[in-house]
Nanobody, 121 residues
Framework: QVQLVESGGGLVQPGGSLRLSCAAS????????MNWYRQAPGKERDFVAV????????NYADSVKGRFTISRDNAKNTVYLQMNSLKPEDTAVYYC??????????????WGQGTQVTVSS
């Protein structure tokens, strides 16, 4: 059974930091690109960051570049999102996503249940 379980969300003041974790099970974690998405109230789910399966290359949404860092530990089947210099506009439910590409346009993916991040004074 595939599971992605996020943790580490919470309430933080502007300028603060949080570290999200996503523990994966039920699939070959090291074969999947891992992503973080977020969804603010009343808005669509947006891409935040990705880390590739093999080289560990990363990419970020412009809104979080220089503040967020994605990393993975294949031995622990876990992906992380270190979030620094948090802003109120970072408030959202953060979702972990695993993608396995069969071609440039065909992939399978799995989603976690999400963890709430609230940035407020």
């Amino acid at each position: 059974q595939v599971q992605l379980v996020e943790s580490g969300g919470g309430l933080v003041q502007p300028g603060g930091s949080l570290r999200l974790s996503c523990a994966a099970s039920g699939f070959t974690f090291s074969s999947y690109a891992m992503n973080w998405y977020r969804q603010a109230p009343g808005k669509e789910r947006d891409f935040v960051a990705v880390i590739s399966n093999a080289s560990g290359s990363t990419n970020y949404a412009d809104s979080v570049k220089g503040r967020f860092t994605i990393s993975r530990d294949n031995a622990k089947n876990t992906v992380y999102l270190q979030m620094n210099s948090l802003k109120p506009e970072d408030t959202a439910v953060y979702y972990c996503n695993a993608k396995l590409y069969y071609s440039s346009s065909y992939y399978i993916d799995y989603w976690g249940q999400g963890t709430q991040v609230t940035v407020s004074s």
